[in-house]
């Protein structure tokens, strides 16, 4: 089992920026990939950005490439996401996601094995 909390989430105004992060516990951290997700309301959950367990491949959604960036610390079993110019279109709940995976980080939401319970980011127009 890996239990997983997402923090950091807010209120900002477009063009603003926030700093997600991800803490992990229970089974051993560098051995999953973690992904990050958003859902806006009526919407699906999708994909937003993920990263292997060392750090040699990340993947963007093309909304967010060049705006948003993620990083890991496996001495501290974290993961973040840090978002830079915010757009009204990011707000939604961000949840992180953990997959057992050794190779290249994966992009659906089935393919994950365990999630955060959610931070909410808001960006107003």
């Known amino acids: 089992q890996v239990q997983l909390v997402e923090s950091g989430g807010g209120l900002v105004q477009a063009g603003g920026s926030l700093r997600l992060s991800c803490a992990a516990s229970?089974?051993?951290?560098?051995?999953?990939?973690m992904g990050w997700f958003r859902q806006a309301p009526g919407k699906e959950r999708e994909f937003v950005v993920a990263?292997?367990?060392?750090?040699?491949?990340?993947y963007y959604a093309d909304s967010v490439k060049g705006r948003f960036t993620i990083s890991r610390d496996n001495a501290k079993n974290t993961v973040y996401l840090q978002m830079s110019s915010l757009k009204p279109e990011d707000t939604g709940v961000y949840y992180c996601?953990?997959?057992?995976?050794?190779?290249?980080?994966?992009?659906?939401?089935?393919?994950?094995?365990?999630w955060g319970q959610g931070t909410q980011v808001t960006v107003s127009s």
């Open positions: 229970g089974r051993t951290f560098s051995s999953y990939a």
């Open positions: 990263i292997s367990w060392n750090s040699a491949y990340t």
């Open positions: 996601a953990a997959e057992y995976n050794y190779g290249p980080p994966r992009r659906s939401v089935t393919e994950y094995d365990y």
